[in-house]
């Protein structure tokens, strides 16, 4: 009869262990089309003490899964993606840039604007179209804001125009979460081409 007990005592706590963790899966794709997977991007599960508790990088299709996450806790989700500083920064990105900051013609997308920001100050200036012409003639190799920035892919912008408020990826877990997908902004790419 103790042996009974213990057995079932035994599969209750093996389950409550299995129950306490949680996944968090998703994939990331390029903000250009939503939909071309980016590969080889950092993706680590960050806690509130700003410990490291899983990390992995994302697949040829784009997808990542973060396992074995302590449930009740909140989440950072921390991408990083090296890639070249220069891909799709031109000087017509410049050009936009410029007819942006001057009222002549608005970008048409709160990607577009997160992608200007490559000083990383929260603001599309004259100072981020600086940074973007040392890269394009090679005197700068990065960019203060890193090549790419990652936001989640449901954020709405209440604000389009200022869309600065939501680059921060932050998750409460209390269960499996399957899509938190997520979209990789190239800076300095303003048409994203
Ligand atoms: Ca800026
Ligand atoms: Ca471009």
């Known amino acids: ?49 700003g410990n490291l508790v899983d990390f ?31 891909l799709g920064v031109s000087t017509m990105d410049v050009v936009l840039g410029a007819m942006h900051i001057l009222g002549i013609e608005s970008l048409d997308s709160p990607y577009k604007i997160l992608a200007g920001d490559a000083n990383d100050s929260g603001s599309l200036s004259t100072l981020d179209l600086v940074l973007m012409r040392r890269v394009i003639l090679n005197i700068d190799n990065t960019f203060p804001a890193g090549s790419w920035r990652f936001i989640l892919e449901s954020t709405s912008f209440p604000n389009p125009m200022n869309p600065f408020d939501a680059t921060n990826i932050e998750v409460q877990l209390t269960d499996d979460i399957n899509n938190l997908d997520i979209i990789g902004i190239k800076t300095g790419d303003l048409q994203q081409d």
């Not at 697949?59 to 996450?69: I, M, P, R, T």
């Open 56 to 86: 992995t990088t994302t697949s040829a299709s784009g997808n990542y899964v973060l396992e074995d996450l302590p449930v009740g806790a909140t989440y950072s989700i921390v991408c990083s993606f090296d890639g070249s500083v220069l």
């Open 1 to 49: 009869m103790k042996r009974i007990y213990l057995l079932t005592l035994s599969l209750f706590c093996s389950f409550a262990l299995v129950a306490q963790t949680a996944s968090i899966s998703g994939t990331v794709t390029m903000a250009s089309d939503n939909i071309t997977p980016l590969e080889g991007v950092s993706v680590q599960a960050v806690d509130a003490n």
